[in-house]
């Protein structure tokens, strides 16, 4: 029989803009389908509002969310989350997206910065660095991953125990594998499909971001990702 905290759970840092919600879904909504899909049991905290899982609990794995919040800004939640993460058992599989990627690196002993680059938008591609592992992971060989991403902050430094997955030249630290602990983080979004990428960008589009760099970025978002081979990656190193 399973353990009434036998689950995955889904750690909210953020919300979409107002109206993109009620089309799209939440940031955790995106993983719970997936999840629900999968026959996975699960449950989200509301991790923005200080909702964590107990210490103790016996968890089948940890997804952390995106969030235009920044980890070194030194939120109370987000010093609480680090904290949780610290003491985490190491043999819990914790997957982090974009915000999730950069609080966990931040956490277990990289380092989280705003990038000189400015913002990353669009269509970004990686290298594959860790060409074995991703075989692993995923299932089929790659050279590159393409995936949407909309971020400032980056990994500059990674905790020990953390290779290179897959990064560029704009971003380094594309996606971390971690071999000290079950950890396994990317800084794009895999759970965006293209129209929620674009129209996320359309409504920063001359506010928080210049509007010929969404201009651009919208139009690279119209060629193919490799989006469902991130999220089948993510699936198989929850299950593992």
């Known amino acids: 029989m399973m ?20 089309t799209y879904g939440s940031y955790a909504d995106m993983f719970s389908t997936l999840l629900a899909s999968e026959g996975r049991a699960f449950r989200v905290f509301r991790t923005l509002a200080g909702e964590l899982p107990p210490h103790g609990a016996h968890l ?21 989350l680090m904290d949780w993460l610290r003491v985490l058992d190491t043999q819990t599989p914790v997957v982090g997206i974009c915000f999730g990627h950069q609080v966990m690196a931040q956490a277990w002993g990289g380092h989280v910065e705003k990038s000189p680059k400015g913002w990353g938008v669009g269509l970004h591609e990686y290298n594959v660095q860790a060409h ?3 075989q692993t992971l995923a299932g089929k060989g790659a050279q590159t991953i393409a995936c949407a991403v ?17 990064g560029s030249e704009f971003t380094p630290h594309g996606a971390i594998y ?13 759970e965006f499909c293209e129209d929620f ?3 996320l960008l359309i409504s920063r589009r001359g506010i928080r971001i210049d ?11 119209k060629r193919p990702s490799h989006r ?6 993510i699936s198989k190193f929850l299950t593992v």
């Open 228 to 233: 469902y081979d991130l999220l089948g990656a």
């Open 132 to 134: 074995d592992l991703w």
């Open 211 to 221: 509007a010929a760099l969404v201009d651009h970025a919208v139009e690279t978002l």
């Open 150 to 166: 909309t971020h400032q902050d980056q990994v500059v430094k990674l905790p020990d125990n953390a290779i290179v997955l897959a």
């Open 3 to 22: 353990r009434t905290d036998d689950y995955i759970a889904i750690l909210e840092t953020g919300i979409p803009p107002a109206g993109l919600d009620a």
């Open 60 to 80: 089948k794995g940890v997804v952390i969310t995106g969030s235009p919040a920044g980890v070194y800004e030194g939120d109370p939640w987000i010093i609480a």
């Open 178 to 190: 971690y071999t000290g602990r079950k950890g396994l983080s990317f800084q794009c979004h895999p």
């Open 197 to 199: 990428a674009s129209d």
